[in-house]
């Protein structure tokens, strides 16, 4: 029986090893190969593929069953499978067959929330918990639940070299890191967060393979020499031979929803993926996204990493869009981190603080279209008609915090007004807000780039790269040397912080700013005609207000040294104050009154204050 790779089947997995009552059925892509095997391990059983249409080989087989080991044999030589879903003795070891379909769900009730509710909390599997696998992560989750998270995005899980790595050098993108306790796991994780009202999303990464361990190219052209990454050769998403690699990552995804019961992918770095093919390969993602939520009661996300700044990733298809869900917004970051002065080394010198933070949480970009100094042309695209939820912000995440030459975290350089400043600066901002984890009680540990290659002269390679990247930041020091283990370890959240103190009491700040923003409809309403900001040079005062029928919330920042006085707009009713982080509640030096006096309203040095009044402004 030889099985047809002609589309995409939604249902099933289509390469590598699946298994259907009781059959097993082997796929491999080898173009060029002229003998393609399969040696099981475990039995110590060789079967011989056929060749069939497009450089497949194939086979239908009861000679493998789940939990077997083997090896593909590609013109005499083994290989572990470019599909495999196991790897339980590492990058170079056999792989292991799974069947996807022996795991029993009991998230039959689970309904992904609309994008607009996710409020994202991002973390590294390997750092998150003391004992750094997906068993660490569920011993937290009801603390994340406490916190009022309602999705979380794992950095990618896909098996890298080694036991340590921040996921992005992965090799084989079907199999689960095994150091993270493997598939099962990674479902069990899955399934457990869906029990606590918690959505997944998975960080994905189509735009290259990891430097040591790459197997893919031994089977067949899965890269072109026609672009050029950070990372080296292309994807080839548009070469000849493409349509077997663009169908492998196309089924990548979709094993992620279907067999995993992820709720979103966040596709890494989306400006590196080169294709210039009629259908964009973003575009057929989204297509056969699209073709699998059909019928079902709710959706599958696709959000994108991108420096781009152009809106047409998430406009829809009839807009000439690409049509994913969301982007992660990094202009936002960039101006909220000159306006409270974290930028020491001049990062971000394109950018002016309060003014292009206000630009900001109007167009979500601040750059659409204007010129930019750093890249010396003009930059960006207007994100007019897009509603704030297509947009995701943060004021720290992996990349912010990890690409610094020893990953520190903000804290202690910013103050504590300032941590607290930030926090409702993200959370209640009109788009989709993302807390990296241990942001919300202050953690002082770094999150350093770290790896575990095992070739010395690619160590070398990399620590050369690391002080060639910030030979330019000299007042950060020599970067740290990402393959000691205490680098790793220095990333190891301490969750004994949190009941520390003043750690404590900025967990409940922001727990609180998370409760405001789920119970005031105002602060989760996405339509761009309910937020007007103001800012006023040279007082660091910003002002966002936000409306939803006939409710009305003002936040007011100051982000200047300075106490500020602000005059109210005279409206029907009064103003009730919702917080003011100055409060001595939160450890500020005064209690806020309950009304304000007489129009006048004064904030404090580097403090927010939010107001509410029900009834439509003037």
């Not at 306790?181 to 918690?198: M, S, V, W, Y």
């Not at 309403?525 to 002002?543: E, W």
Request: hydrophobic share 35%; with cysteine.
């Amino acid at each position: 029986m030889i099985k047809t790779m002609t589309s995409l089947n939604h249902k099933q997995k289509t390469l590598g090893i699946g298994f259907t009552r009781g059959l097993a059925f082997v796929a491999v892509w080898a173009p060029f190969a002229e003998t393609v095997d399969l040696y099981n391990e475990s039995r110590h059983v060789k079967l011989k593929l056929q060749h069939s249409q497009n450089g497949y080989w194939q086979a239908v087989t009861e000679k493998i069953k789940p939990g077997d080991l083997y090896f593909f044999i590609l013109n005499g030589k083994k290989r572990p499978d470019p599909a495999s879903l196991s790897q339980p003795m590492g990058i170079e070891g056999p792989s292991r067959a799974i069947d996807l379909h022996d795991y029993s769900w009991r998230d039959k009730e689970w309904k992904n929330p609309p994008i607009g509710d996710y409020i994202i909390y991002e973390l590294h599997t390997g750092t998150f918990s003391p004992t750094g696998d997906f068993a660490g992560i569920i011993s937290h989750l009801d603390a994340l639940r406490d916190l009022g998270i309602t999705a979380i995005e794992f950095m990618p899980v896909a098996q890298f070299p080694g036991e340590r790595n921040w996921g992005y050098d992965g090799v084989f993108p079907f199999a689960v890191q095994n150091s993270y306790g493997g598939a099962t796991a990674f479902r069990h994780l899955t399934d457990t967060c869906h029990q606590k009202g918690i959505a997944v999303i998975l960080d994905v990464v189509y735009n290259h393979i990891g430097p040591e361990g790459n197997c893919l190219e031994h089977y067949g052209p899965y890269f072109t020499d026609k672009y050029k990454t950070p990372w080296g050769k292309a994807i080839n998403f548009d070469d000849a031979y493409c349509d077997p690699v663009r169908q492998y990552y196309l089924e990548n995804a979709l094993m992620w929803f279907r067999d995993f019961h992820v709720d979103a992918l966040r596709l890494d770095a989306i400006h590196a993926i080169k294709d210039f093919s009629p259908v964009h390969i973003l575009k057929e993602l989204a297509d056969e996204v699209a073709a699998f939520n059909k019928g079902k009661p709710t959706p599958k996300y696709l959000m994108a990493e991108s420096d781009l700044n152009n809106s047409i990733i998430v406009r829809g298809k009839e807009d000439g869009g690409l049509g994913l869900d969301a982007q992660w917004c990094d202009d936002f970051h960039h101006a909220l981190a000159v306006a409270t002065d974290q930028d020491k080394c001049g990062r971000y010198t394109d950018f002016s603080g309060i003014r292009d933070l206000a630009r900001s949480y109007k167009n979500a970009y601040v750059f659409t279209g204007q010129y930019s100094h750093r890249r010396q042309r003009r930059f960006g695209t207007s994100t007019t008609g897009l509603s704030y939820d297509h947009f995701i912000v943060f004021s720290q995440n992996h990349d912010q915090v990890g690409n610094k030459a020893k990953g520190e975290r903000f804290v202690p350089e910013i103050s504590f007004d300032t941590q607290k400043l930030v926090a409702a600066a993200v959370i209640t901002s009109p788009f989709i807000p993302l807390l990296f984890m241990g942001e919300e009680w202050g953690t002082e540990s770094p999150f350093p780039y770290f790896a575990d290659f095992a070739d010395a002269d690619l160590r070398n390679r990399v620590i050369q790269g690391r002080r060639e990247e910030f030979a330019h930041f000299a007042s950060e020091g020599q970067p740290l040397d990402p393959h000691e283990e205490e680098t790793f370890l220095s990333a190891r959240l301490q969750w004994k912080e949190r009941r520390e103190g003043q750690t404590g009491v900025l967990l409940s700040f922001y727990k609180f700013l998370i409760a405001l923003r789920k119970s005031e409809l105002p602060l989760r309403n996405y339509d761009r005609r309910s937020v007007n900001v103001s800012y006023k040079t040279g007082t660091g005062i910003l002002v966002v207000d936000r409306i939803f029928k006939e409710q009305h919330i003002l936040c007011m920042f100051n982000y200047s040294k300075g106490s500020r006085t602000i005059s109210l707009k005279q409206e029907n009713g009064r103003w009730r104050s919702l917080l003011s982080s100055s409060d001595t509640r939160w450890l500020g030096k005064k209690n806020f009154p309950a009304q304000d006096n007489n129009g006048q309203i004064n904030i404090e040095p580097e403090s927010v204050i939010l107001l509410a009044n029900y009834h439509v402004p003037s």
